[in-house]
């Protein structure tokens, strides 16, 4: 069941629009939070976007993105601890407790993938006393393993769950996007386990063929061959009660009128119930 | 450790060869093995691909492939076991005691995942006796998560462990592809629990990026982002000592001349000792 009151639409989404649209797109249809990404209020000002969500009576359900610890050189290393740090004081002065990593790739020029694995952890470490003092969770996304070079090796639930238990709750967690875990027979069960670390859940659903740009293959909830009821309940049952935001990478769906995007977004995640 | 005579050079990867001029190619360049496809066997037929093989001094190392268990209409199940008892027949006479299965996507109109799987446990089952009788392994082939909804939902190793030692390790075993498998943090473990079941293992390199068929996002061995010889030590921990394929599907691959083909093949493999 996901209480009406539980929707948010992650800015991807409707990625023409600026801050200040998507979140008046959103009290327009009644939809109750807004996942924002860090380039877009980086157009308008932190404060400009904090105010534009209020002024619209929304919640920030969480910022897009941190990440990006896989460097071999030192300064890139410290460089990406730094954004992450002032990715956490966006976060905060946004009003999210959230900020979702996209933990990255194969460092440039290695293919040790366990190597890639280390750098996260030990950057997630790094980061856990200033995601303490800002008040903010780290989300651990686990991307599709076809991401696995060039974005994030952390490529399942169970990796995500498997890296944040070495760290404190209150300052790191997962978030589960139903696109980049529905295929693994092991999910039911991680998302068990999972029980107090979910700090965002994001649907948007897999849509055959794939497209040529592969970062582009989803689609609404329904238009494609994901069952979200049973991870919906897994999520649920893990005691997760956050925000659901909906975040489609999607050429088509780009290019559809914004208001019918968001009227989509309701009307399927209210039919999941 | 790859000893030379252990190359085999699965016929995907010069797919616009017959079955006699690849054999003749691997014959040329010293490669002990040839893995086949039953459409090209089926082009000059069995008896003759037999003897073309025979006659170039060559072992084929697998047939593929079987499987696509994945149906909700009983005609069309009933297609599919006759179907995979079939290939099962052409890779006795070929001298190969391996097929391997790419077991089958979700069903047409059908998000169950977990029916799926049972579909596939359930045509495996059905199929073990034949396979004793015609003295062949199935090799449940684990394929990347990006194929999960139209090609095989057995989208890990681990998975197709689990799968296969519900059945005698005569007629049920594994195929390992480093394509497939080389993102997975728990490939490691899943090898050392794979004794004894590991029945073919495929070589192909990841390539970035992604071309706009995924289908065609492999290269030669060192070409893209894979770390090899760790994953060649666990399947020969594992105490695999059979035949290793390349198969890269590629259309830069099969537009360059197949001697070439096969002799970058040659080299890439030595250099991974």
């Known amino acids: 069941m996901i209480e009406p009151g539980r929707l948010s639409l992650n800015q991807a989404t409707v990625k023409h629009l600026s801050v200040t649209s998507a979140a008046d797109l959103c009290a327009r249809h009644d939809i109750a939070a807004i996942g924002l990404w860090r380039e ?9 976007a904090a105010a534009a969500v209020r002024n619209a009576g929304l919640r920030v ?53 366990s190597l890639a694995r280390r750098m996260i952890a030990d950057a997630i470490g790094e980061l856990v006393p200033a995601a303490a003092r800002a008040g903010v969770r780290l989300g651990i996304e686990a991307l599709h393993p076809m991401f696995c070079a060039d974005r994030c090796v952390i490529s399942s639930l169970g990796e995500a769950i498997d890296l944040a238990v070495q760290f404190p709750a209150a300052a790191v967690g997962v978030v589960v996007d139903t696109y980049h875990v529905w295929w693994d ?12 670390r979910i700090v965002g859940f994001q649907l948007a659903d897999w849509i055959l063929p794939l497209p ?16 979200f009821g049973p991870i ?32 989509t977004v309701r009307e399927r995640v209210q039919n999941l119930n």
Chains 1, 2 share one sequence.
């Open 40 to 48: 877009a209020v980086a157009d308008c000002g932190v404060a400009a």
């Open 61 to 113: 359900s969480s910022l897009c993105r941190g990440g990006f610890f896989t460097h071999q050189e030192p300064a890139a290393r410290s460089a990406a601890i730094r954004d992450n740090v002032a990715a956490m004081e966006e976060a905060a002065a946004l009003g999210t407790d959230t900020l979702v990593l996209v933990s990255g790739g194969l460092a440039a020029g290695s293919k040790d993938i």
């Open 185 to 196: 027979a092991r999910l039911a069960a991680e998302l068990a386990r999972a029980a107090g």
């Open 212 to 227: 040529p740009d592969v970062l582009l293959g989803r689609g609404h909830v329904g238009d494609g061959v994901i069952d």
């Open 232 to 263: 919906a309940a897994g999520v649920a049952a893990a005691g997760y009660t956050g925000y659901v935001e909906v975040e489609i990478f999607s050429e088509r769906v780009w290019s559809a009128p914004a208001d019918e995007t968001a009227v």
